[in-house]
T-cell receptor
Framework: DAKTTQPTSMDCAEGRAANLPCNHS???????VYWYRQIHSQGPQYIIH???NNETNEMASLIITEDRKSSTLILPHATLRDTAVYYC???????????FGKGTRLHILP | NAGVTQTPKFQVLKTGQSMTLQCAQD?????MSWYRQDPGMGLRLIHY???????DQGEVPNGYNVSRSTTEDFPLRLLSAAPSQTSVYFC?????????????FGPGTRLTVT
């Protein structure tokens, strides 16, 4: 079973911030939180990852709670091109299986 | 630098036929994996490999074999295709530096078994 849970779908108005939550309550101390997205039927694309500090890059921001049991991916100004399925995973030891859940289908509304 | 490449892009098989899905990466990544994705579903891990000569099972390994004779290649074999194996197959490789393992995915192979 996936080690993360996410809402099945979310809507966000174009130009607004999209906040996608992920629950990873069983995360262990050495595991990072990773976010990927899959646009239409393409291969998933890496977005961002973090351990315990908040992270930001050119695509998104990642906010991880202090207890590390949940996180939020923030797309600051959503565009129609951000319509995709967003996956949250946790990865630690490099010999671990990398398991994806069903992700959140994000719809950006014009 | 081509990244992760997969061939073929599309394939139609009859039940009982065998075939190999090819995956190659030119990034010298040690970790590679195969996922399948069914309509409306997420990615399910089939097999993975942490280096040449080492493979292990994922969530849904039945009906699939893998081998890893080189760092670059990680083929997925279907020995006797079944309609339940109709799916989109993604190969991925992982850049492992320290504790950080960003995955790079290929474009996918769309397989239909009739």
């Amino acid at each position: 079973d996936a080690k993360t849970t996410q809402p099945t779908s979310m809507d966000c108005a174009e130009g607004r911030a999209a906040n996608l939550p992920c629950n990873h309550s069983t995360i262990s101390g050495n595991e990072y939180v990773y976010w990927y997205r899959q646009i239409h039927s393409q291969g998933p694309q890496y977005i961002i990852h973090g351990l315990k500090n908040n992270e930001t890059n050119e695509m998104a921001s990642l906010i991880i709670t202090e207890d590390r049991k949940s996180s939020t991916l923030i797309l600051p100004h959503a565009t129609l091109r951000d319509t995709a399925v967003y996956y949250c995973t946790t990865e630690g030891n490099r010999d671990d299986k990398i398991i994806f859940g069903k992700g959140t289908r994000l719809h950006i509304l014009p | 630098n081509a990244g992760v490449t997969q061939t073929p892009k599309f394939q139609v098989l009859k039940t009982g036929q065998s075939m190999t899905l090819q995956c190659a990466q030119d990034m010298n990544h040690e970790y590679m994996s195969w996922y399948r994705q069914d309509p409306g579903m997420g990615l399910r891990l089939i097999h993975y490999s942490v280096g040449a000569g080492i493979t292990d099972q994922g969530e849904v390994p039945n009906g699939y074999n893998v081998s890893r004779s080189t760092t670059e290649d990680f083929p997925l074999r279907l020995l006797s295709a079944a309609p339940s194996q109709t799916s989109v197959y993604f190969c991925a490789s992982t850049e492992g530096t320290g504790s950080s393992y960003e995955q790079y995915f290929g474009p996918g192979t769309r397989l239909t078994v009739t």
